[in-house]
């Protein structure tokens, strides 16, 4: 998929043309500066697009696209991957959001771990995620992706734990594991859930909790990564060793 990504709200009674205005018509014509006869996809970012045609750019943030293919869906995709990623410090949350898209992570918990300095509270947290989701936003666009991650509410560490306890295949990485995850067994198919800690780690008691869980402890490489690194390299090395990326 070579043509730029723009978001629409919904596809429900749509005619032969469809109108991008406000911020997407406004990055269509105004930033990318498409023409009439470029093509485009139109996608809701939950998995249903359509390919288009640029009728006529007018003013300054007003596209009409001729709408010239059917409404397509892609279906999830299997295994699903969630990562479940510490607060990182300053905008390396928004880092870590964005390059997790790129790759193709499914889904991103934000997670209040004990150790992070980085707390969501009140207002400046729903600032926080509002962020961290309309990166996701952006990052897929970017990407071309039709299916953006899903970025949910900020969890506790029994949330985590819940969430560990329905995977399919569960993990934590972190320096006390005694396996890689370049060489664990994945599954086919379910949801993979993987925990990135925070730059001061995770805790010996979140350790123990997540181990009750079900998750086990994996080593990533040789090298210690930033939290806000650590996520996307894991991500495209689970894309790579489970198919995804065949």
Known sequence: MTAPVFVVDRFDGR???IVLDGPEGRHAVSVKRLKPGEDVVLTDGRGR???GVVKAAEGKDRLVVMDVGCLLEEPPAQPRITVVQALPKGDRGEVAVETMTEVGVDAIV???????ITQWKGDRGLKALTKWRSTAREAGKQSRRVRFPEVADAATSKQVAALLAKADFAAVLHESGDGTLATAELPAAGEIVLVVGPEGGVSPEEL???GEAGARAYRLGPSVLR?????????AL????????S
């Open 110 to 116: 934000p997670w209040a771990a004990s150790r992070c």
């Open 15 to 17: 005619g032969p043309e």
């Open 238 to 245: 689970l894309l790579g060793r489970t198919g995804r990326w």
């Open 49 to 51: 697009w359509l390919e």
């Open 208 to 210: 123990a909790l997540f």
């Open 227 to 235: 939290t806000s690194t650590a996520g996307t390299a894991a991500g």
